[in-house]
């Protein structure tokens, strides 16, 4: 009690820096943040690390108490840069500490922050895994419609799922010329968000769009739990957003098609694959899947946007070439390999789910 009151004194009287637990930063950082995009994210990845620093001063935040945290989420199958996510947010939240956040005395909540080390991605990162058409024909039947419909909807415009999951109608740009719509994504969706992009839907991607048009006000991909009988009685839910695609429907589809840890963000792989299969140019493939630098609202003409979507009208069915990528082939040869000598062949289907 003493020693409480005298640090109490120096902080009120002296002036000196008052100690702050993580948590308490943790959690003025999601309020702060709290319209980011990626906030909900990053609040997971902070859950993550709270039972082995929450309740430490900033200060006691290093890489030796980090190391408890990193064991333990490696013992537990997360990958490098899953576990670097975390780290990232940390090393945020430390930076801003150092550097912006005051007290009422002036000064920041902490005088220093450390060096966050993040561990190696160089041999440690998956491959992309780009699915065949004979596996896309597997998959879509066994994911749930309004999975099946989002998946569709990336293998034919290569956007990321995050971006499927939060477009919105008051985005759409209908083009009567070209009998399709855009979708102008504002910069705030943008992974990066520097500048707005536009989503070009293809024949396919726009019968999607039209599946689903008057199912919500707001939100193009949506979901509801539909009566398994009484189906003359309207539906007991209404619809609502679709939070993540990586959810346990996809992974019991990509079980069930044999596809492994087949990830969402495999079917923007394989956009790039078949776009590239079909001749499709590398700036064009870079437009299409925003790579590149420019920014379609403000260069773009309509030609170009006639030009991105001719590309993707190439990847709207199976074109009959044969193609598969080299982890692909490295995987079969291997197998191949492993049944030759007799061995049995494991089938790849983690249980858990992509952090983010």
């Excluded at 013992?75 to 939240?93: F, M, P, W």
């Excluded at 041999?123 to 419909?149: D, F, M, N, V």
């Excluded at 009988?229 to 695609?245: H, S, T």
Aim: glycine share 6%.
């Amino acid at each position: 009690m003493i020693r409480q009151t005298e640090r109490l004194r120096a902080v009120l009287v002296d002036g000196e820096r008052a100690v702050r637990r993580f948590d308490e930063a943790a959690t003025h950082y999601l309020l702060t943040y709290q319209s980011k995009p990626t906030i909900v994210t990053e609040s997971h990845l902070l859950d993550a690390v709270m039972p082995d620093i929450g309740h430490l001063g900033l200060h006691q935040v290093h890489d030796g108490t980090l190391a408890p945290f990193i064991r333990r989420r490696l013992a537990q199958g997360r990958s490098h840069k899953t576990v670097n996510l975390s780290l990232g947010v940390v090393r945020r939240i430390l930076n801003l500490a150092a550097r912006h956040w005051r007290d009422e005395n002036g000064n920041t909540w902490l005088t220093h922050a450390p060096a966050i080390t993040m561990l190696p991605l160089v041999g440690h990162q998956r491959e992309p895994r780009p699915i065949t058409w004979s596996e896309q024909r597997e998959l879509l039947p066994r994911l749930p419609a309004h999975l099946a419909r989002m998946a569709l909807f990336v293998l034919n415009t290569g956007v990321r799922d995050d971006v499927v999951c939060n477009l919105r109608w008051a985005w759409e740009i209908q083009v009567p010329e070209l009998g399709i719509s855009l979708f102008e994504v504002p910069r705030e969706h943008v992974k990066g968000r520097r500048r707005p992009r536009v989503v070009v839907c293809n024949s396919v991607a726009q019968q999607v769009i039209e599946s689903v048009r008057g199912m919500h006000e707001d939100y193009v991909f949506v979901y509801r739990r539909e009566r398994v009988k009484n189906l003359a009685l309207p539906a007991q839910m209404p619809y609502r957003p679709v939070q993540m695609m990586s959810n346990t429907a996809w992974q019991r589809a990509r079980r069930e098609a044999g596809l492994g840890d087949l990830h969402v963000h495999d079917l923007r792989h394989t956009v790039g694959m078949r776009l590239r299969e079909c001749g499709v140019p590398e700036s064009t493939v870079a437009d299409l899947l925003w790579h590149s630098t420019r920014s379609m609202t403000q260069h773009y003409s309509v030609a170009q946007i006639v030009e991105l979507h001719a590309a993707l009208e190439k990847i709207r069915e199976d074109s009959g070439r044969w193609n598969k990528s080299l982890a692909t082939l490295r995987r079969e040869h291997e197998e191949r390999q492993r049944e030759g000598r007799g061995e049995k062949v494991p089938e790849k289907s983690p249980d858990q789910r992509q952090t983010g």
